[in-house]
Nanobody, 125 residues
Framework: QVQLVESGGGLAQAGGSLRLSCAASGRTFSSSVMGWFRQAPGKDREFVAG????????YYADSVKGRFTISRDNAKNAVYLQMNSLKLEDTAVYYC??????????????????WGQGTQVTVSS
């Protein structure tokens, strides 16, 4: 079982940066693919970025490619999302998620079996 707690959300100006952190507990973290998802009001939850077990492989949604960076530190049981060049449309609740099983980065929320409570990111002009 993996429990996830996000932090680092808040208010940022367009063009600015924020760094989200996700602290994980549980013995399966290092064998869990980790992902970040987001959900804006009235919209479905969408994939943002994912990272493989070792951190060697990453995958990003086209909307954030080149601006966001996902990373993980298995020694600290943590995963991070560095968000640069923020845009108004990045405003959403951001969720950390983990999935056990095959070392494949999936973009569908239903394939992840562990979720954090979410952290709000608001980008203003």
């Amino acid at each position: 079982q993996v429990q996830l707690v996000e932090s680092g959300g808040g208010l940022a100006q367009a063009g600015g940066s924020l760094r989200l952190s996700c602290a994980a507990s549980g013995r399966t973290f290092s064998s869990s693919v980790m992902g970040w998802f987001r959900q804006a009001p009235g919209k479905d939850r969408e994939f943002v970025a994912g990272v493989s077990w070792s951190g060697r492989n990453t995958y990003y949604a086209d909307s954030v490619k080149g601006r966001f960076t996902i990373s993980r530190d298995n020694a600290k049981n943590a995963v991070y999302l560095q968000m640069n060049s923020l845009k108004l449309e990045d405003t959403a609740v951001y969720y950390c998620a983990g999935r056990t099983g095959a070392n494949l980065i999936m973009t569908i929320p239903g394939t992840y079996n562990h979720w954090g409570q979410g952290t709000q990111v608001t980008v203003s002009s």
